[in-house]
């Protein structure tokens, strides 16, 4: 069978699967420029619940995708595992208010990098997945500081995917309720943004993203407002550690991310040193992980 007719084959049978299954969307996960105009001039049948998902930077606009009748989001641009893209892309879609967060969706995916698909599933995203892929979001989409949780994600993934200088780096970020989480922490280090206008402390800031990844190989959290301000890095936190049969396995700084988003009304978004993984929390508990690739592992 030659690859366009095996891709051809998997589209028509996801598209089929999306109707039967009374789906809301189909997902399909595009990873090259190339592959993305071959859609774009395809002319899909129901083409209107068809959304690319494309890596953040492909040269392709989003008025391209929306002329050929097609929905489109971003997501990270790095290699995670495929649970972690399908799972990246549900967060970012009920973000941009492409899917609801009791949407029904087929996915049509395949290897990170690469323009050929051999993966369909189906999800409900009414009904909670497994711990084995954690996916039980929420209580976290209803929150004002879900668009900055994302964005954090976005820095989380990079620096587990890629540590600092060669390295591998763990680090947390608290996001929202930032007067509750500053009173129960305190600096174990000297705050590095203290003293600074709140408009050079904002994370769109591409400086101040990169002095995040600087940053994070200082011990402690760094604290960030609903609105994305940052208020403080190299924090540690007096809450108490939470130790449940879910955490089990993982280290202090796991057990204090649950431990404050239990008191406080935050979110935590961790990067695991030793694996790289990006473990979010909400109210005490996990409520997804994402898991990069790591080349630096591979060499």
């Known amino acids: 069978m030659t690859k366009g007719r095996h891709r051809n084959l998997l589209l028509a049978n996801a598209l089929r699967l999306a109707g039967e299954t009374g789906s ?6 595009v990873n090259t420029e190339r592959e993305a105009r071959r859609y774009l001039k395809a002319g899909l049948p129901g083409e ?3 959304v690319l998902v494309l890596p953040r930077g492909l040269p392709v606009t989003r008025s391209e995708i929306k002329r050929a009748g097609l929905g ?11 649970f972690s893209r399908i799972k990246y892309a549900f967060l970012q ?21 690469s323009d050929h698909l051999d993966t369909i599933t189906v999800h409900d995203l009414s009904l909670s997945w497994s711990q084995e892929f ?19 994600v976005d820095v989380a993934l990079d620096i587990g995917a890629s540590g600092r200088e060669g390295k591998p780096v763990g680090t947390m970020f608290v996001i929202g309720d930032e007067e509750n989480v500053l009173r129960n ?5 000297f705050n590095p943004f203290k003293g600074y206008a709140r408009s050079d402390r904002k994370i769109g800031r591409p400086e101040v993203v990169e002095s995040i990844k600087e940053l994070a190989l200082l011990d402690g959290a760094f604290v960030i407002s609903s609105g994305g301000v940052l208020e403080a890095a190299g924090r540690h ?11 089990r396995g993982l280290g202090s700084r796991h057990r204090a991310a649950a431990g404050i988003t239990r008191r406080t009304a935050s979110v935590a978004v961790v990067v695991s040193e030793s694996t790289g ?7 005490g508990r996990i409520v997804t992980t994402l898991e990069p690739y790591i080349s630096r592992r591979l060499v």
């Open 24 to 29: 809301d969307k189909l997902f399909v996960f």
């Open 48 to 50: 209107e619940h068809v």
């Open 72 to 82: 489109s989001l971003e997501s990270w641009s790095g290699n995670q595992t495929r």
């Open 93 to 113: 879609g009920v973000l941009e208010g492409i899917i609801l967060p009791t949407s029904k969706v087929v996915c049509l995916i395949g290897p990170w990098g």
């Open 134 to 152: 954690p996916f039980d979001v929420s209580s976290l989409l209803a929150k004002r500081s879900f668009p900055t949780a994302m964005a954090m």
């Open 185 to 189: 922490s305190h600096q174990a280090v």
């Open 237 to 247: 936190l007096d809450a108490a550690g939470v130790m449940t049969k879910e955490l």
């Open 277 to 283: 993984r990006v473990t979010v929390f909400d109210r």
